[in-house]
């Protein structure tokens, strides 16, 4: 069944025909049994189980990142708290430069104890450790989304941002709120994580090389500009969807909800239609035995920052 409301991605609406819309299968019943997930893994390029999460323990991070919202001035205090909803003219563009977004996730992050612990102990680690079947290693930067009104995430997959390490590595994609069509959450593009040969050029890439020999050469070294290309695949999700193929998948997320993800699983996030914030996180989970990508692990993790640049002649 289509859904009844209007599902906007990229300022257009989302074609939600059944051939090339529907929902996240989920992965609840097989949550007990490694094989069958690592099963399921490969069979749709990702796992959603809903309710994984403690409802509690995911609300109480809901309220950290508020706090640290409203301490901003970003709320409008004439709505409750938790409805998050966004003050009229606050400005949000400080989160479209990389730079500062990351200092504000990093002082999300560091400054919830509720949040480490939800995301990196107890049942997250465990989840890996069983689907693993060995130690695990978590990188140590969380990306914390608070998206206003306005455009989601462009189509991506994760391993141009982070691919130095693990092939295995795994995106674990936490909403904290119950989401509906409106307010938008992740969406999975069917069978993407299948089409590695029509992607292999985009696959390959790493958004911290760059050509020494070409103009934008030294405004990236010094600095002054964070990459020339940013890892987007494509920034229209209709057109991408219908030229390869595949349905976009995503549901009305609930909070305890887990959506888990590999690194070439093509995603992308519905705008948010509202006034209210949506908050999730995005953490990152592979075999401690394997390499790591070193971009994204220690106490303040150098991320796409200068040190992480890769000269390249091309
Ligand atoms: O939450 C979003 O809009 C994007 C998240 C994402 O790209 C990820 O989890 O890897
Ligand atoms: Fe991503």
């Known amino acids: ?141 969380t990306w914390v989304r608070t998206m206003g009104p306005g455009f989601g995430t462009d189509s991506h997959c994760d391993i141009v941002y982070m691919g130095r390490g693990s092939s295995r590595l795994c995106t674990v994609w936490v909403p904290y709120g119950d989401l509906s069509y409106e307010v938008g959450g992740l969406m999975i593009l069917e069978g993407s994580h299948r089409q590695q040969e029509r992607l292999r050029n985009y696959l390959s890439r790493d958004v911290d090389l760059y050509c020494e020999n070409r103009p934008e050469a030294q405004r990236i070294k010094s600095g002054e500009i964070p990459w020339k290309w940013g890892g987007v695949l494509s920034t229209n999700p209709h057109t991408l969807r219908a030229h390869l193929g595949g349905r976009w998948l995503t549901t009305e997320y609930r909070m305890g909800d887990m959506l888990v993800f590999g690194m070439k699983t093509i995603h992308a996030s519905l705008d948010n239609q509202t006034r209210r914030f949506r908050f999730s996180t995005d953490t990152r989970y592979q075999p401690a035995s394997e390499p790591i990508d070193g971009r994204w692990i220690g106490e303040n993790p150098v991320g796409h920052g200068l040190a992480a640049k890769r000269a390249m002649v091309c």
Do not use: W
């Not at 990702?46 to 706090?67: H, K, S, T």
């Not at 990389?98 to 465990?126: C, D, H, N, W």
């Open 1 to 141: 069944m289509p859904p009844n409301s209007t599902l906007i991605a990229k300022g257009d609406r989302l074609d939600t025909s059944e051939s090339n819309f529907g929902q996240l299968r989920r992965s609840d019943d097989v949550r007990g049994d490694p094989a069958a997930l690592r099963t399921r893994f490969e069979e749709d390029g990702y796992l959603f189980i809903p309710g994984f999460l403690d409802r509690a323990d995911v609300a109480a991070v809901r309220r950290d990142i508020i706090g640290k919202l409203a301490e901003k001035g970003l709320l409008d205090a004439a709505h409750p708290l938790d409805d998050a909803v966004k003050k009229e003219g606050a400005d949000l563009r400080f989160l479209s430069d990389p730079r500062l977004a990351v200092e504000f996730m990093t002082s999300i992050a560091k400054g919830s104890p509720a949040l480490q612990r939800l995301l990196y102990s107890g049942r997250i680690i465990r989840f890996f450790e069983d689907y693993f079947g060995e130690g695990i290693r978590h990188f140590d930067f």
